[in-house]
T-cell receptor, first 112, second 109 residues
Framework: NAGVTQTPKFRVLKTGQSMTLLCAQDMNHEYMYWYRQDPGMGLRLIHYSVGEGTTAKGEVPDGYNVSRLKKQNFLLGLESAAPSQTSVYFC???????????FGQGTRLTVV | AQRVTQPEKLLSVFKGAPVELKCNYSYSGSPELFWYVQYSRQRLQLLLRHISRESIKGFTADLNKGETSFHLKKPFAQEEDSAMYYCALFGGGADGLTFGKGTHLIIQP
């Protein structure tokens, strides 16, 4: 009964380094999302996908790239990390409509 | 474009007092609306959805299409209600799920 799993849970990067966050869901959901959560800013949508092979930009896409090569996985990439990308990242998936969205446990990323 | 507005970043009430967390939305069609809750150091989880017209943990929310609102209410607040609350809208199609900025609810003893 895994639901949505994010890897890794914590990471510290140096400015300029790259990394990929992995989100995996086992509920056969069409929609997948990446959000960042910052104090006082709530949840801000970075990128999302409405199905395998599709991606779309959200509210704050700059500095991030995503891929949805397989329906169950949604990858978030940082090509050149910046301190402004220090945040908690949440992945979510849903079947759309009235179907509940399920969230991962979050990834705490610090860029120094 | 769809939008969700939660005007209060922080709401503090005393235990036993009524609670109302405001949510307004902007969407041209008929949206699906949700309230999610995030307790300290936990992942977000669904609290309730408008289509179900249910009461969860004493909370209710009514969709008012005329006022484009979906306020969350509870008649008597409890300390365990302290959390971040997010209103969300699913507009369908390519728009996905949009969240408001959240309201931090603090219940004082």
């Amino acid at each position: 009964n895994a639901g949505v799993t994010q890897t890794p849970k914590f990471r510290v990067l140096k400015t300029g380094q790259s990394m990929t966050l992995l989100c995996a869901q086992d509920m056969n959901h069409e929609y997948m999302y990446w959000y960042r959560q910052d104090p006082g800013m709530g949840l801000r949508l970075i990128h999302y996908s409405v199905g395998e092979g599709t991606t779309a930009k959200g509210e704050v896409p700059d500095g991030y790239n995503v891929s949805r090569l397989k329906k169950q996985n949604f990858l978030l990439g940082l090509e050149s990390a910046a301190p402004s990308q220090t945040s908690v990242y949440f992945c979510a998936s849903s079947g759309g409509g009235t179907v509940e969205a399920f969230f991962g446990q979050g990834t705490r990323l610090t860029v120094v | 474009a769809q939008r969700v507005t939660q005007p209060e970043k922080l709401l503090s009430v005393f235990k036993g007092a009524p609670v109302e967390l405001k949510c307004n939305y902007s969407y041209s069609g008929s949206p699906e609306l949700f309230w999610y809750v995030q307790y300290s150091r936990q992942r977000l989880q669904l609290l309730l959805r408008h289509i179900s017209r249910e009461s969860i943990k004493g909370f209710t929310a009514d969709l008012n299409k005329g006022e484009t609102s979906f306020h969350l209410k509870k008649p008597f607040a409890q300390e365990e209600d302290s959390a971040m609350y997010y209103c969300a809208l699913f507009g369908g199609g390519a728009d996905g799920l949009t969240f408001g900025k959240g309201t931090h609810l603090i219940i004082q003893p």
